[in-house]
């Protein structure tokens, strides 16, 4: 990937802190953007003017698998019935400046919500999925704002799934 030293630095500046804290996050977050790199059917949108302004990427998934691995028991019902009929999305990451997450999230042309809108109208998919650490309740509430729901929500029954809460997206959301 001839940007990933770009999408490394963006995501080391959006990830707050100080320029020491930058270099801490940048190099776990490059070597599991690569492994997701190499997942069948990756994609990765990038939103840029002059510069990179943001990314959002992920790879499809059906109802089993890797991805799933230590998931048994914690997710069933509705989530599982849709990944049968079209694959899910696992969107991995959604990497937008601070203020993206502070203003105007709940607006329909935010850039975050149109890179996830994007990401699962390419693919086609029944339902957009991430897992985000429990303990990082400012991430849960900020893909909320965007549209995200518990799995759990709505009908998509599911349980605890321990240190990760499962979040879905309906496409065109």
């Known amino acids: 990937m001839d940007r990933l030293q770009e999408l490394g630095d963006l995501y080391a500046e959006t990830s707050g ?6 270099n801490q996050a940048r190099g776990p977050f490059l070597g599991h953007l690569t492994a997701d790199t190499r997942r069948p059917g990756f994609s990765l949108l990038i939103a ?3 510069a990179l302004t943001g990314y959002a990427y992920g790879f ?7 991805w799933w ?3 048994d028991g914690h997710v ?10 079209r694959p899910l999305f ?3 990451g959604i990497v937008v400046p ?9 607006h329909v042309w935010n850039l975050a919500r149109r890179l996830q809108r994007r990401l699962l109208a390419d693919h086609g998919a029944a339902l957009g999925v991430a897992l985000v650490d429990v303990r990082d309740g400012r991430t849960v509430e900020t ?3 965007w549209g995200w729901r518990y799995a759990g929500d709505d009908g998509l029954q599911a349980v605890s799934p321990g240190p990760f809460r499962i979040l879905a997206l309906a496409p065109g959301t």
């Open 48 to 50: 840029e003017t002059t």
């Open 76 to 85: 069933r019902g509705g989530l599982l019935r849709r990944a049968a009929s």
């Open 60 to 66: 499809p998934t059906g109802g089993s698998g890797p």
């Open 98 to 106: 601070p203020r993206v997450r502070r203003e105007y999230r709940d």
């Open 69 to 71: 691995a230590g998931f």
């Open 17 to 22: 802190g100080d320029p020491w804290a930058w």
């Open 143 to 145: 893909m909320r704002s």
């Open 90 to 92: 696992v969107v991995s």
